[in-house]
T-cell receptor
Framework: QQPVQSPQAVILREGEDAVINCSSS?????VHWYRQKHGEAPVFLMI???GGEQKGHDKISASFNEKKQQSSLYLTASQLSYSGTYFC?????????????WGAGTKLIIKP | DAGVIQSPRHEVTEMGQEVTLRCKPI?????LFWYRQTMMRGLELLIY????????DSGMPEDRFSAKMPNASFSTLKIQPSEPRDSAVYFC????????????FGPGTRLLVL
């Protein structure tokens, strides 16, 4: 079953923070985050594994709450380059790392 | 590294015609994925290969779709006959077994079936 991402869209001013959530009705082993700019291919941001710690990538970090079966992506002091659609891909087991179930995406618009 | 290469980048065809999409994965990658992306259905996995062998094709919509990987450096996705509802962006992605995380996507083929 497809994970639910929220919000569906968000508009921010440059420098503001954003949180994007990804929730699943099934137990999760892994959560993958990707960003897709308009007209381009999705680009990998990070992966969170069951039992792993919160990850960070420049001013973008993510957490994984196994009990709640959800992950959150945090964008701090957003930059114009952060604009795009963010997708989470979930894997219920180690074997499913290859076969992700994708959320519908969260569109992030950063204005100057 | 050239990244994942897809061709053509854009394809416009008429209903009933055969369409062949091509993909060259990153050298050394063991896994190859074919995805379809539409506004209505989002990103859908169609099929994936491991070492040129199809592992799961449960996402292939129907018998009109077929995919092959004759060698480690080439894969095709064929639609025959094509229908307007097949219009979408088709992505190919590859991944190494030594990297448990990232799938590297190609630029996509934008298909329009009239």
């Amino acid at each position: 079953q497809q994970p639910v991402q929220s919000p569906q869209a968000v508009i921010l001013r440059e420098g503001e923070d954003a949180v994007i959530n990804c929730s699943s009705s099934k137990a999760l082993y892994s959560v993958h985050w990707y960003r897709q700019k308009h007209g381009e291919a999705p680009v990998f941001l990070m992966i969170l594994l069951k039992g792993g710690e919160q990850k960070g990538h420049d001013k973008i970090s993510a957490s994984f709450n196994e009990k709640k079966q959800q992950s959150s992506l945090y964008l701090t002091a957003s930059q114009l380059s952060y604009s795009g659609t963010y997708f989470c891909g979930t894997g219920p087991s180690p074997d499913s790392n290859y076969q992700l179930i994708w959320g519908a995406g969260t569109k992030l618009i950063i204005k100057p | 590294d050239a990244g994942v290469i897809q061709s053509p980048r854009h394809e416009v065809t008429e209903m009933g015609q055969e369409v062949t999409l091509r993909c060259k994965p990153i050298s050394g990658h063991d896994y190859l994925f074919w995805y379809r992306q539409t506004m209505m259905r989002g990103l859908e996995l169609l099929i994936y290969f491991n070492n040129n062998v199809p592992i799961d094709d449960s996402g292939m919509p129907e018998d009109r779709f077929s995919a092959k990987m004759p060698n480690a450096s080439f894969s095709t996705l064929k639609i025959q006959p094509s229908e307007p509802r097949d219009s979408a962006v088709y992505f190919c992605a590859s991944r190494s077994r030594w990297d448990s995380s990232a799938q590297y996507f190609g630029p996509g083929t934008r298909l329009l079936v009239l």
